[in-house]
């Protein structure tokens, strides 16, 4: 499939979703990371830069809006379809950089930032289905839902087997990181899976080789599951 762009007010209203959650996300990691332990560590650290990240999660929307499939210009692609798209990959977008650096620095997601994300996209998810034109809504739940299933089942097997395998926010990131792909192609949540163990692959041997100890490492799986979400969202009309 090409790429085409979503052209006009979509994209401004991909731009201003974003902007007004990181905004929020900006002004009150205190409040959402609702440690004080975590917030005195991630106040020190060197990544953690609250404007600069909201504006990354900007510059990351518009790209995501941009390089949409040329459906969001098509015919069966509605008004209510462009906005609740908007809707979606700009929250997406904002939580995105925080998320990152928070779960590199404190290895750690957020539930008062998952939480509202999994909540608002599930609320686009279920409008687009119900008042949109689209078929990419009804197929954003299923892959989201399946993602959710699959991750619990890996997470509650290392469990089982005392083997650290991911951890609870890892699975209930799940829901967005397969969902989010799935209004750019059907087959993007594949292609994600496949990106972001390639990229926590090699995080781990990096961190292994750092530490000199594959046994003793230890990564944060978030950042992998992140990036592949775009990633493979994007190349995937293209690859598949």
């Not at 750019?184 to 961190?207: D, N």
Request: hydrophobic fraction near 65%.
């Amino acid at each position: 499939m090409d790429i085409g762009v979503l052209h006009g007010w979509p994209i401004a209203a991909t731009a201003v979703v974003s902007a007004g959650a990181g905004i929020l996300l900006a002004r009150c990691p205190t409040w959402w990371l609702a440690d004080d332990g975590h917030s005195a560590v991630l106040a020190k650290a060197r990544l953690f830069r609250p404007l600069p990240l909201a504006i990354l999660g900007v510059v990351l929307a518009v790209a995501a809006a941009l390089l949409f499939p040329d459906t969001g210009a098509a015919p069966g692609f509605g008004s209510m379809d462009r906005l609740l798209l908007a809707l979606s990959l700009g929250a997406a977008a904002a939580a995105t950089p925080f998320l990152v650096v928070v779960d590199i620095v404190v290895h750690r997601l957020p539930d008062r930032i998952v939480y509202p994300l999994i909540g608002l996209e599930l609320l686009a998810l279920v409008l687009g289905q119900l008042l949109g034109e689209s078929a990419i809504w009804g197929l954003g739940l299923i892959a989201g839902g399946a993602g959710v299933l699959f991750f619990g089942v890996l997470y509650l097997i290392g469990r089982v087997m005392h083997v650290a395998t991911m951890g609870l926010g890892d699975v209930k990131l799940a829901f967005i990181v397969f969902c989010v792909p799935t209004l750019f192609s059907a087959w993007a949540p594949a292609l994600v899976f496949i990106i972001m163990m390639l990229i926590a692959g090699i995080a781990a041997l990096v961190a292994a080789a750092a530490k000199r100890s594959l046994s003793a490492t230890t990564i944060a799986f978030g950042p992998a599951m992140l990036s592949g979400m775009w990633f493979g969202s994007v190349l995937a009309p293209n690859l598949l």
